[in-house]
């Protein structure tokens, strides 16, 4: 079959945007789809096997349409529009960048940005309970921090409780300076991080005051009920299955309850299993709670931390299958010794 050319409707004033820095964005979708993308006097011209051009000028196509509504075309975005193309799995992006939870203090909107936070958006919106679960930079606290404090502006709930399990990843509490606040509140400043800047420090600090949000390790949920709040427990690998069901025995009336964690960052000490795997077994089939697992596809960070995390996650399901093989030979073994 020959070669075809098409033309891809791009404005002049969003090429920068949608090209990229050195027309990096350009030169992957040429790479990926073996074809070749020219700008002739303001037009832009796709030629190559006529499947080919057809996926790089729709995904050409969805990138301006991102770019016309205001949105920054980064290279995380672009890889995930060819990634949705390669399935056939047409829009993707443009039917989740519709979905805005709220604006940071400087105006910047916070949506989801692949299927599997839209997916986990959609399952707050509907349950009591959700379990977040996915690698690092998936978005599973940013996105949840940002529905909390839509549905406290919303006034839907009263207050915000976020807390996370005081655990130390190689270093000891014990030596870190000062009182006991000050020991834990490194292990919680992600948290802080997130308030500050989608809902301002100053209006954090009041509500904070109030006692409207509060932000505290696992430890001081325990002997509490909590009523009309919304609740996000972080780090939830890092509980124990004790700790899992003291906090999700908490809740009360009129709250909301959503639980992350990365099973592939434990921290815990060796033999100790994680509250949130028990969790995960006992928990599966319960209505009006969901688990929303995420994937290397949905990290949102740098690039190359989706490259990290896809690269750990195929190490560990190729040692996993090993094990999995020695104990087999091992029980084999015994059995006919």
């Given at each position: ?25 350009i030169?992957k ?21 006529e ?46 960048d ?50 909390a ?30 009182d006991?606040?000050s ?18 420090a ?29 609740i996000?427990?972080?780090e ?5 299955s ?8 908490r809740?009360?009336?009129g ?6 964690g ?37 990290v ?37 010794s």
């Open positions: 079959m020959g070669e075809i050319s098409k033309e891809a409707a791009v404005p002049a004033s969003h090429m920068q945007n949608i090209f990229g820095q050195f027309d990096g964005h030169k979708l040429e790479r990926q789809f073996k074809v070749s993308i020219v700008d002739r006097n303001g037009s832009v011209m796709i030629s190559g096997q499947k080919a051009v057809d996926r790089a000028l729709s995904v050409l196509t969805e990138l301006t349409e991102l770019s016309l509504r205001g949105n920054v075309i980064g290279e995380q975005t672009v890889d995930y529009a060819i990634t949705m193309s390669m399935e056939e799995n047409e829009d993707v992006l443009l039917s989740i519709k979905d805005c939870i709220c604006h940071t203090m400087a105006g910047k909107p916070i949506k989801p940005k692949t299927l599997g936070q839209k997916n986990y958006v959609d399952a707050i919106r509907k349950n009591m309970i959700v379990f977040g679960l996915g690698p690092a930079g998936t978005g599973k606290t940013y996105l949840a921090m940002a529905m404090i839509t549905a406290f502006k919303n006034q839907e709930v009263e207050r915000i409780i976020l807390t996370r399990p005081a655990i130390e990843a190689g270093e000891k509490l014990g030596f870190l300076p000062g006991l606040q020991k834990v509140d490194p292990y919680l400043r992600p948290l802080y991080d997130a308030l500050h800047q989608i809902m301002g100053e209006t954090f600090l009041k509500n904070m005051e109030k006692g409207l949000i509060e932000v505290a390790p696992l430890a001081y949920m325990r002997g509490r009920t909590l009523d009309n709040a919304y996000i427990l972080d939830a690998q890092n509980t124990t004790a700790q899992m069901k003291m906090f999700l025995t809740i009360g009336f709250s909301k309850v959503i639980v992350t990365d099973g592939s960052q434990k921290d815990l000490m060796p033999g100790v299993q994680s509250g949130l795997d028990v969790a995960q077994r006992v928990l599966r089939n319960i209505e009006g709670i969901e688990f929303c697992n995420m994937t290397s596809r949905d949102v960070r740098h690039p190359l931390v989706q490259k990290i995390v896809k690269a750990y996650e195929d190490f560990e399901a190729k040692e996993n299958y090993r094990e999995k093989r020695r104990s087999t030979r091992a029980s084999y073994g015994k059995k006919h």
